[in-house]
Structures are given as structure tokens and as C-alpha cells.
């Protein structure tokens, strides 16, 4: 239940509504708008995104057809900057979920300190029963639809959910075909040999684990031999996993979208990504038992990592999970009711803006390069990135401990006082 009013603006969360990522995401908000006693004018802002497009994405298909796929992109807030987020290609896609998604990227942006505002966008449609090309083409004419928000000074996407560096290469592409010149800023998480940063593919995870050693260190636990289990073996799983075991940590389980494996003993995270890039899975590999997705969760550990999609850590199984430290590499996995329970069970976990912000932070990092047209080292990139994420976690442990709050109403706090901040010097125009 809303704890503010605001008229029409009141939000009531039904049972039918419990797993709705908007409705979560204005939950989360509206859980610290009366403990940061924000301005009205300030909250009503907050809880609605400041622009919403719908468009039809025609696509030519190999074999001659033509199919229509629905695609979304939210602006959330631009308070601090223009905007920014990834774009996802899933078929569960939904205009409530992106919109809660840029919500989050607003919070993340302004927890890590950067000038940029949430955004997120989406296309209903399966990648995976796609042909390049027709990746190619849907994404070059979602880009078209989008031309007229787009820009490095507008709205800068990046990759998600089964997009990658090809994908930023074609939005680049026909961004600049469509203005005359070429704007490598329009985009990040783009290859090297059009401007990409280095570094940043390995971001979100490096940040991830950032986190999760500074978590380790506040609760003096040691990081060798720490039993670590991962949710989601895609690019932020897989690389988190892999420099944790390069941290002398036991990676015990791992699954993708369809199983996972356990051994108590440890998995070799680089036979693990071999085997899946051989059978384009996890389950199966040789020497680990088969565990499902759920069952990843709730494996014996000390560092869980669910990378995976929303609302995987419910009411129903947060009594279960065994993990000392849980790391939100992916966003959204823990719904609220979740949160108290883990909480109250004292288990310390890292928020998906804080956990997973390692990449965003990278893309600014990208994005200033590509403004510059100077780049970094990938050491560079590394440090400065290192920096960054310490400084975040640090500022939510203290806001966590000062006002005796968990980590994710910590983090909220600070997020959206820093957002609420900016909206209150600008005001409302006109």
C-alpha cells in the first residue's frame, strides 16, 4: 500500500499485482518518499516516467513474410541528465516492465553519481527463433521508429537482455546513416573498432563482484573458499562467476535459462562456459548434479548471485535461501515482501542498482570517451570503475547503518534524495 497520498496518484498494490515489476518499482519508491519527506510535486514526477513510446517494428522475415513486432522505449526522468538504458529482445516483454525498468536505471545512475536519467527499452519477440538477419533488420527499423528521441545528448541505449555490441553496431549504424555523419556517442556497449571502451563488456560483473568482496569485507568474511552460487550463466553470471574463482572462491552452482548444475566440491567456471558454448547449455556438464533454476537459489552457500530476470526470489522461497550475502546482479530478481524476510533473517544483500550498476557506470565512461574521442586503457577503465563502485557501496552502507535500514532502502534514499534534489532546483515547466 501507497504510504503517500496524491489523489489519482494513490497506489494500491492488489494481489493480482504482486509480481508486476511497476508496481514493485512504485512500492520501492514510495516506501522511502515519506521517510525523505519529499516535496509533492517532486514524488508525483517520480512515480510517473516523462515519456513513454509504443512502436510497430515491421520486419521483411527470411522467408518473405512480413511479421509486426511491438516495441517500447521509456523515458523515466531526466532530472540529472539525458537518458540512459538498455534495450531487451524477449518475448515476455511488456510496457509495465520497461517502464519499471527505467525507473530503476534513474535510481542506479544517480546512486553511482553520473548525469544521466533512466531509461529502458524493449521488442516482444523471441531472438533466439530469429535468423541474423532478421535481427539485423528488426533492430535497424526499431531504430528508425526511435530516431526522433534518440541522440547522444537525448537518450544514449545500450545492450540488455539478449542484445549485445552487434546490436549497438547497427543502431549506431543507422543512427548515423539517418543524420549524415557519424555519432559513435549515440550508443554504448558498442564493438572496439567503432568506439567502444574497453572494459566494459566485463562491467556489470566486475562491478557485481566489487560489491560482493566490500560486502565480504564489512561482514569479515574471508573471500577464499566462499561457496558462490550464480543464477543466470549470460554475460554478467558468467563473468562474475569467473572472477570470483580467480578470487580463489568455490563456485558451486550455476544455471541459464534452461537448468542449472551443483557441486558442493566447485565447478571450473571456464569448462562450464566452454561446455554451454558447445551445447548452448549448462545442464549436462560432466561431474555436477542437475539442479533446476529455483533449486539454484537455494543451494548451500555463502554468496548468492541471482543474474537472471525479475521476481525470482519471492515470499515462497526466501525462507530457503541459505546464502549469507545475496548480490542482485540482475534486476529486480527480489520482490519486497522477499526483502523483509531476508532482512529479518539477517541476511545481507546488495540491491540490484547497486550491484548491478558496474555497467552503467562504464557506459558513461564509454560515453565521455566517445565525446572526447579519447580513450582509456583498460586498467584505466578498471580503476576508475573499482572506484566508482566502492564509493557507491560505502554510501549506501553508511545511509544502511546510520538509519538502520536494509541495504536496498539504503540505497533508495540516497537515490532518490539525490534525483528529488535535482527536480526540486529545476522546478516544473512552464
Not at 103 to 109: D, E, N, P
Amino acid at each position: 500500500m501507497s504510504q503517500l497520498s496524491g489523489g489519482n496518484d494513490v497506489m494500491v498494490m492488489e494481489v493480482g499485482e504482486a509480481l508486476n515489476p511497476l508496481a514493485i518499482a512504485r512500492q520501492q519508491l514510495d516506501n522511502v518518499a515519506e521517510r525523505l519527506n519529499l516535496n509533492q510535486s517532486v514524488y508525483k514526477l517520480l512515480r510517473h516516467p516523462r515519456r513513454t513510446v509504443s512502436v510497430s517494428v515491421p520486419v521483411v522475415m527470411d522467408d518473405g513474410s512480413v511479421q509486426v513486432f511491438t516495441g517500447y522505449r521509456v523515458h523515466h526522468n531526466l532530472f540529472r541528465g539525458p537518458a540512459k538504458g538498455g534495450i531487451r529482445y524477449h518475448p515476455d516483454v511488456t510496457l509495465d516492465e520497461v517502464s519499471a525498468l527505467a525507473m530503476w536505471m534513474t535510481w542506479k545512475c544517480a546512486l553511482v553519481d553520473i548525469p544521466f536519467g533512466g531509461a529502458k527499452g524493449g521488442v516482444v519477440c523471441n531472438p533466439k527463433e530469429m535468423s541474423l538477419g532478421e535481427q539485423e533488420r528488426m533492430t535497424r527499423r526499431l531504430t528508425s521508429e526511435l530516431m526522433i528521441i534518440l541522440g547522444p545528448d537525448k537518450d544514449i541505449p545500450a545492450p540488455d537482455v539478449n542484445t549485445n555490441a552487434q546490436t549497438m553496431g547497427w543502431i549506431l549504424d543507422t543512427y548515423s546513416m539517418n543524420v549524415g555523419h557519424s555519432v559513435p556517442s549515440v550508443v554504448t556497449g558498442k564493438p572496439l573498432a567503432v568506439g567502444g571502451s574497453r572494459g566494459r563488456e566485463e562491467a556489470t560483473g566486475r562491478g557485481c563482484v566489487r560489491t560482493v568482496l566490500e560486502a565480504l569485507k564489512h561482514l569479515e568474511i574471508e573471500v577464499e573458499g566462499v561457496r558462490v552460487a550464480v543464477q543466470g550463466f549470460g554475460n554478467v553470471g558468467r563473468i562474475a562467476a569467473g572472477l570470483m574463482q580467480g578470487r580463489r572462491a568455490s563456485i558451486v552452482a550455476v544455471s541459464d535459462s534452461q537448468g542449472g548444475i551443483y557441486n558442493p566440491n566447485g565447478l571450473d567456471v571456464e569448462k562450464v562456459a566452454a561446455y554451454k558454448a558447445e551445447t548452448g547449455q549448462v545442464a549436462g556438464f560432466p561431474g555436477a548434479d542437475e539442479v533446476t533454476n529455483e533449486e539454484v537459489l537455494e543451494v548451500d552457500c555463502d554468496v548468492l548471485i541471482p543474474a537472471a530476470l525479475e521476481n525470482q526470489i519471492t515470499e515462497r522461497n526466501a525462507d530457503r535461501i541459505r546464502a549469507s550475502v545475496v548480490a542482485e546482479g540482475a534486476n529486480g530478481p527480489t520482490i519486497p515482501a522477499a526483502d523483509e524476510i531476508l532482512y529479518d533473517r539477517g541476511i545481507f544483500l546488495i540491491p540490484d542498482i547497486l550491484a548491478n550498476a558496474g555497467g552503467v557506470t562504464v557506459s558513461y565512461f564509454e560515453w565521455v570517451q566517445g565525446l572526447m574521442q579519447f580513450f582509456w586503457s583498460e586498467e584505466e577503465v578498471n580503476e576508475k570503475l573499482r572506484t566508482v563502485m566502492r564509493k557507491a557501496f560505502h554510501d549506501t552502507l553508511e545511509v544502511s547503518i546510520r538509519e538502520k535500514v536494509d541495504m536496498r532502502v539504503a540505497a533508495y534514499l540516497l537515490a532518490v534524495s539525490r534525483t528529488a534534489e535535482a527536480g526540486k532546483t529545476l522546478g516544473v515547466y512552464p
